[in-house]
């Protein structure tokens, strides 16, 4: 059984950068076929696709935060990680990675980040 | 980036009722379309990928239709397990979009 699980500080203060790791078991992130990718949900409103990054480190990121997303691949702990620098309160979220093909096919349980002082 | 549009955001219904949920895309998106249900505090499940196909292990009272621009999900006979909200994604090009979500809610 596929399983994803975010990690990472549940708390951020503005104008720093959100660390979160995404760690999958009961498969392998360097199957080619594969995109990882990283979901947001604000509390109380709609889903947010963030970005994807592929086991050969090809990513897409959304325009809307390109300029302040990074993502990596780290193969040899099953894992993939998001980077979200410049934080502000609009960044407040419950962030969610998935394992993707032609949609988003399993989820991580999704993790409550806090962007305060 | 492609907008996406649900209708209704939310619509009350009744165990045994047959309930149907709308998408819109600002262009066309040939089948690229998915559906999704989210309970209160857990995260999206994927029902039906590519407009009309059916996830392992979700029931066969949920099917997709629709092509281009227009698209539905139809739940045949609503269960109580079935109250949610629904989204739906295009797959169709980068930056993947959502629905704003339509949230069934018990009559």
């Known amino acids: 059984q596929v399983q994803l699980q975010e990690s990472g500080p549940g708390l951020v203060k503005p104008s720093q950068t959100l660390s979160l790791t995404c760690t999958v078991s009961?498969?392998?992130?360097?199957?080619?076929?594969?995109?990882w990718t990283w979901i947001r949900q604000p509390p109380g409103k709609g889903l947010e696709w963030i970005g994807n990054?592929?086991?050969?480190?090809?990513?897409h990121y959304n325009p809307s935060l390109k300029s302040r997303v990074t993502t990596s691949v780290d193969a040899s702990k099953n894992q993939f990680s998001l980077k979200l620098s410049s934080v502000t309160a609009a960044d407040t979220a419950v962030y969610y990675c998935?394992?993707?093909?032609?949609?988003?096919?399993?989820w991580g349980q999704g993790t409550l980040v806090a962007v305060s002082s | 980036d492609i907008q996406m549009t649900q209708s209704p955001v939310s619509l009350s219904a009744s165990v045994g009722d047959r309930v149907t949920i709308t998408c819109r895309a600002s262009?066309?998106?040939?089948?690229?379309l998915n559906w999704y249900q989210q309970k209160p505090g857990t995260a999206p499940k994927l029902l039906i990928y590519?407009?009309?196909n059916l996830q392992s292990g979700v029931p066969s009272r949920f099917s997709g239709s629709g092509s281009g621009t227009d698209f539905s999900l139809t739940i045949s006979s609503l269960q109580p397990e079935d109250f949610a909200t629904y989204h739906c994604?295009?797959?169709?090009?980068?930056?993947?979009?959502f629905g704003g979500g339509t949230k069934v809610e018990i009559k």
């Open positions: 990054i592929n086991y050969s480190g090809t990513t």
């Open positions: 998935a394992r993707t093909t032609i949609s988003f096919d399993y």
């Open positions: 590519s407009t009309s």
């Open positions: 262009q066309s998106i040939s089948s690229y």
């Open positions: 009961g498969d392998s992130i360097t199957r080619s076929h594969y995109y």
């Open positions: 994604q295009q797959s169709y090009s980068h930056p993947a979009t």
